[in-house]
Nanobody
Framework: QVRIVESGGGLVQPGGSLRLSCAAS????????MGWYRQAPGKQRELVAA???????NYADSVKGRFTISRDNAKTTVYLQMNSLKPEDTAVYYC???????????????WGQGTQVTVSS
């Protein structure tokens, strides 16, 4: 029904850059927000960046000034440009989509399978 696909993860040296992409498709009626979360071993999943339907953005303090979230004109794909990467950014990054599947239905969270980002020399 709802399909969330991430791409762009990989291995990068400290100070390097990566660009993550997340495409939402399938039985989606309306998208209210899209964002990126990450989870490192032994830690809880945390919000990295998000953007609402109206364009409001929210960033974790640890990534402000380094990461930028954006979306395409169709508002079905979200990107995360990650610059000045640090070893502590190493985690599995998950795309999250808040959406309804039909008119009058409640908002639900949909998750991608995740993409690994490893920052190491």
């Amino acid at each position: 029904q709802v399909r969330i696909v991430e791409s762009g993860g990989g291995l990068v040296q400290p100070g390097g850059s990566l660009r993550l992409s997340c495409a939402a498709s399938g039985s989606i009626f309306s998208i209210y927000a899209m964002g990126w979360y990450r989870q490192a071993p032994g830690k809880q999943r945390e919000l990295v960046a998000a953007i609402t339907r109206g364009g409001t953005t929210n960033y974790a303090d640890s990534v402000k000034g380094r990461f930028t979230i954006s979306r395409d004109n169709a508002k079905t794909t979200v990107y995360l440009q990650m610059n000045s990467l640090k070893p502590e950014d190493t985690a599995v990054y998950y795309c999250n989509v808040d959406a309804t599947v039909a008119a009058g239905r409640g908002v639900s969270d949909y998750w991608g399978q995740g993409t690994q980002v490893t920052v190491s020399s």
